[in-house]
């Protein structure tokens, strides 16, 4: 079993979803994916009297904005960053309470969010989206409560950002693991 914590306003969790479902479907491993709410990827606006702290901080968010796009390019994934990034608690509630196979919602999330700028902070729109995947809506207040606890419970097991991934008792921050990833599933399925 992998448990990859993810959060649908990471560019990072966006880029890593195909590679880790086709990594999923070649190792034959299942997936628990859990909800992990991160800090939003905003470019500061240039100010004529930043410092050389506000100037870095402002390059260095630029640098990785452009390092997404371009891995989206590279996937053929449409990614729009905006100057007021939208929320993503709401969704990240409903995936806590899912028991149904969360890969429809997930894509259907991604793209809301990346390519059409939807608010999955906003109850309604994140039901729209279930429902256009055929799942019913959560019971809001128990799937707050889960996320919660999911997010308290990762917090122990060291996780800071998404995508992370949890194999058996290794941890492991970031989608560029995946190759890592896959060979330990693979030497485990060959012992």
């Not at 109850?123 to 019913?136: F, H, R, T």
């Amino acid at each position: 079993m992998l448990t990859i914590y993810i959060d649908f306003k990471s560019p990072a969790s966006y880029l890593a979803l195909e590679p880790t479902l086709a990594m999923a479907r070649e190792t034959g491993v299942a997936i628990h994916w859990r909800p992990f709410s991160v800090r939003v990827l905003s470019v500061p606006e240039e100010q004529g009297n930043e410092s050389v702290g506000d100037r870095h901080r402002r390059v260095r968010a630029a640098a990785q904005r452009d390092i997404h796009l371009h891995y989206a390019a590279v996937q053929g994934l449409d990614m729009h960053f905006t100057k007021m990034p939208a929320g993503s608690d709401a969704a990240l509630a409903a995936l806590a309470a899912m028991e149904e196979d969360a890969v429809p919602f997930l894509r259907a999330a991604f793209a809301a969010y990346w390519m059409d700028q939807a608010d999955l902070a906003d109850e309604a729109a994140v039901e729209k989206l279930l429902q256009s995947v055929g799942i019913d809506q959560p019971d809001w207040e128990t799937a707050h409560e889960k996320a919660a606890t999911i997010r308290s419970e990762a917090e122990e097991l060291g996780i800071f950002e998404a995508p992370s991934y949890l194999l058996a008792d290794q941890l492991f921050l970031g989608r560029e693991h995946l190759p890592w990833i896959r060979s330990i599933i693979t030497a485990e399925q060959g012992a």
